[in-house]
């Protein structure tokens, strides 16, 4: 956790000295949330809500296909 916060204040310090430091660390965010928002549509799929009326069909769902041996 210390190492994480060491390296965003190193970032933060860093870009904060430069003369385009605030419109960097807003395009970083944008980008962020563009990834966010990507992946949370594409690759986060909402099929177990709809393809299964409660969490027992879910659950069943979930363990066979993780419990299938491939040929």
Same mark, same amino acid.
């Given at each position: 956790?210390? #190492? %994480?916060?060491? @390296?965003?204040? =190193?970032?933060?310090?860093? *870009?904060m ?8 660390w ?5 980008? #962020? %949330?563009?990834? @966010?928002?990507? =992946?949370?549509?594409?690759f *986060?799929?909402t ?14 769902f979930v ?9």
């Open positions: 956790m210390r #190492l %994480l916060l060491w @390296v965003f204040h =190193f970032y933060k310090d860093g *870009f000295h430069l003369s385009l430091g605030k419109t960097l807003k395009i970083l965010f944008v980008k #962020l %949330l563009i990834m @966010v928002v990507v =992946f949370k549509l594409f *986060f799929s099929t177990l809500n709809t393809r299964f009326s409660n969490d027992d069909e879910r659950s069943d363990l066979e296909n993780l419990t299938k041996e491939k040929k």
